[in-house]
Every structure is written in structure tokens, then in C-alpha cells.
């Protein structure tokens, strides 16, 4: 059974900084995307970063290229994203997905493992 469980969120200025940790177990073997995803009130869940742990690949949305960055960390089952220079716009509850052989990397109707979700809130 896959578990995900997020932890990091919190409110920052903008401009601020924060890292987003998931912890993953029950999740091994082939063709695994792992990423994080947040849905903002009224609004569709959206992706935000992706990474392959298979060959490293990551994919990001236009929105958060050049300031958020995924890794995984396979030693501690954790996968991280960590957020730099936000805005009001990051405001979201923050989702840790993961799902197989999925070929739209930042949808997230191919994931169907998902965490609770952690709250970020970006104040102006």
C-alpha cells in the first residue's frame, strides 16, 4: 500500500523561501513519477513539479520554473519541493502525488496515490 505524507507547509512573506517534504513508502519498482501538485479555493488541482526517480527526469509548470525545485531523496524515502521567491499566486494547499506510467506528467488525473496535503500561504 503507498503512503504519502506531506509536511512543511506554512506562511512566508513574499519573496520568502520554503521546502515541502514527503515521506513515501510502499512505492518501488518501474515506471514511478512522483511530484507535487496544489489546488488553490475554487480552482483545479494543478502541477507543480514532477520527477522520474527512474532516470532523474523532472518536469516543472511555467509558473514555478527558475524557483521551485524538486529532489527526491532516496535514502529517506522523501521527496521534496523547495520553493523560492513566492508570490501570492503559491498560495495553495500543496498535494505529494505519485502514480505509474503516466504520460501527462502534470496532470494530475494520471496520479492516483496522494497525500493529505499541506497549507502554504504567501502573504503580500
Known amino acids: 500500500q503507498v503512503q504519502l505524507a506531506e509536511s512543511g507547509g506554512g506562511s512566508v512573506p513574499t519573496g520568502g523561501s520554503l521546502r515541502l517534504s514527503c515521506v513515501v513508502s510502499?512505492?518501488?519498482?518501474?515506471?514511478?513519477?512522483m511530484g507535487w501538485f496544489r489546488q488553490s479555493p475554487g480552482k483545479e488541482r494543478e502541477g507543480v513539479a514532477v520527477?522520474?526517480?527512474?532516470?532523474?527526469?523532472?518536469y516543472y509548470a511555467d509558473a514555478v520554473k527558475g524557483r521551485f525545485t524538486i529532489s527526491k531523496d532516496n535514502d529517506k524515502n522523501t521527496l521534496y519541493l523547495h520553493m523560492t521567491d513566492m508570490t501570492p499566486d503559491d498560495t495553495a494547499l500543496y498535494y505529494c502525488?505519485?502514480?505509474?506510467?503516466?504520460?501527462?506528467?502534470?496532470?494530475?488525473?494520471?496520479?492516483?496515490?496522494w497525500g493529505q496535503g499541506t497549507q502554504v500561504t504567501v502573504s503580500s
Open positions: 520527477v522520474c526517480p527512474d532516470n532523474g527526469d523532472t
Open positions: 502525488a505519485a502514480g505509474r506510467w503516466v504520460a501527462d506528467r502534470l496532470s494530475h488525473r494520471e496520479y492516483n496515490n
Open positions: 510502499g512505492f518501488t519498482g518501474r515506471g514511478r513519477f
